[in-house]
């Protein structure tokens, strides 16, 4: 399988990449196949399956088909728009299709949350097109397999994803294949991923992709610090927490304080994600916080952080995270947090090890470490929303990144797990983990009534 790492990191709409920024491609994509005939579209109907229904209400699955359906691309999004779009729906029942034709629409008819389960995959969601007379026009049923990433029914029937194969390009399938290349021509983990890249981009164009993901990292920190609303949205009615803690860090000596930054990183970019607004999918939304909090934290001890130092950092990032999107899995809804937040932590704890100068060896070691001491961990979304306990645990995530590559560096024996090892075992803890943990919000945390 031979594809670019580069959309292990996307621009992309809170609060969840499989429940949120999947099915808001899916309507987009549906809108390409759909072609001229939006014109003669008289009616919308969506049925969303699996953990999209049960959970989709607080993931605003709804109103991300409803973002879509509307034309618009998730780096388009304003809180503005968005709120126009959904009021223009609920109040006036009106959607214009790719921002070109009205149609008439019910959310409470032409949105449907089915009981069922697709066999395929528990993200379904199918969108079906009907002319004035009924007639059916166009019918496409979308998988969300998780950090954004779509699938048509078509291709979850092929064995591996559908890109092109070509003789003359490498691929890196795995860590054992990483470090064996590594070690053949002497690079670390950024410089190899730099090299794969260049197969199907120029340098330039790698440079400016991770300079615009860094930008909005910074951005959604920022805005987490000075939020428009003083209160998550949803039933919880959770005050955000990043504006009271960075004032308090400011005036500290409290020498945990730069500990407490790291936690202030990861809690004011998670509770932005948390409002449903524009973060960097890495590589899940969920899971937002854990890279860009490590990555801030260094900013802030490193004296020679630099932008070269932002691309190796996402460079590592990528690769890793490339290893558990092909040979595991990033969804919560397919291996519980585990494989968001853990999956996060391992490509962080990689990264930062890569920029503090160590080698693929070590690198790959600080990855396993970090997932490691992540197996296991449920998906438990209380009230289905991305708040208790993802916004917390995206600042344990960054945490034990940050000591996971410690641990690595100093380590002068050898490790005797693989981080294949820990990626396979992850997915199959992921298997055997009752669906009940795996964002359905039909147990665990998931399961308490919390007074608003
Ligand atoms: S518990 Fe973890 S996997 Fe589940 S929604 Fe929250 S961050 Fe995502």
């Known amino acids: 399988m031979i594809k670019s790492n580069l959309d292990i990191f996307k621009i992309g709409v809170g609060p ?48 991300a088909i409803l973002w879509g359906l509307s034309g618009l691309q998730p780096t388009e999004l304003t809180r503005q728009l968005q709120q126009q779009i959904v009021n223009k729906s609920f109040v006036e029942h009106k959607l214009k299709l790719n921002g070109e034709h009205e149609i008439h629409f019910d959310y409470r008819e032409d949105l449907i949350f089915s009981k069922d389960f697709l066999p395929e995959h528990q993200n379904a969601l199918r969108l079906q097109a009907f002319a004035a007379d009924g007639a059916l026009m166009c019918d496409e049923t ?71 993901i860094w930008q909005v990292m910074q951005e959604a920190y920022h805005n987490g610090l000075h939020p428009t609303n003083e209160y998550l949205p949803g039933s919880l009615h959770l005050k955000r927490r990043a504006p009271s803690m960075a004032a308090e860090l400011k005036s500290s000596d409290d020498p945990f304080a730069l500990l407490d930054k790291v936690s202030l990183y990861a809690i004011a970019i998670a509770e932005e994600n948390a409002s449903g607004a524009k973060v960097v999918t890495a590589p899940t939304n969920g899971a937002c916080a854990v890279v860009p909090a490590v990555l801030l934290f260094l900013q802030d001890i490193r004296d020679d952080f630099s932008p070269s130092l932002v691309r190796d950092f996402l460079l590592t990032a990528m690769l890793i995270g490339s290893f558990y999107k ?26 930062m090890t890569t920029i503090s100068g160590g080698d693929a060896f070590k690198a790959c070691a600080a990855a396993e470490i970090a997932m490691e001491h992540h197996l296991g961990l449920t998906c438990d979304p209380v009230d289905g929303l991305v708040q208790i306990p993802c916004i917390e645990r995206n600042a344990f995530g960054a945490v034990k990144a940050i000591t996971a590559a410690r641990m690595a560096q100093a380590r002068q024996s050898q490790p005797r797990v693989s981080l294949d090892e820990v990626i396979q075992t992850m997915y199959l803890t992921g298997k055997d983990i009752s669906f009940k943990y795996k964002e359905t919000a039909l147990g665990g945390l998931a399961e308490l009534k919390l007074d608003s």
């Open 326 to 351: 092909n040979n595991a899995t990033i969804s919560g809804a397919e291996g519980g947090c585990q494989a968001e937040i853990g999956s996060a932590s391992s490509m962080a704890a990689a990264a």
């Open 16 to 63: 969840s990449s499989s429940h949120t920024l999947g099915p808001m491609l899916a309507a987009a994509q549906f809108l390409v196949k759909l072609g001229p005939n939006v014109h003669a579209t008289a009616r919308i109907n969506c049925t969303l399956y699996g953990s999209l229904s049960l959970t989709g209400r607080g993931h605003l699955t709804d109103k």
């Open 142 to 212: 979308y998988f969300s397999i998780g950090g954004g990433f779509i699938k048509t029914k078509e291709q979850m029937a092929l064995a591996k994803d559908d890109d092109i194969d070509f003789a003359d390009r490498f691929s890196i399938d795995n860590t054992r294949v990483a470090l064996r290349l590594c070690q053949d021509d002497n690079l670390n983990l950024a410089q190899l991923s730099l090299r794969y890249e260049l197969q199907f981009h120029d340098e330039a164009y790698i440079d400016q992709y991770c300079s615009d």
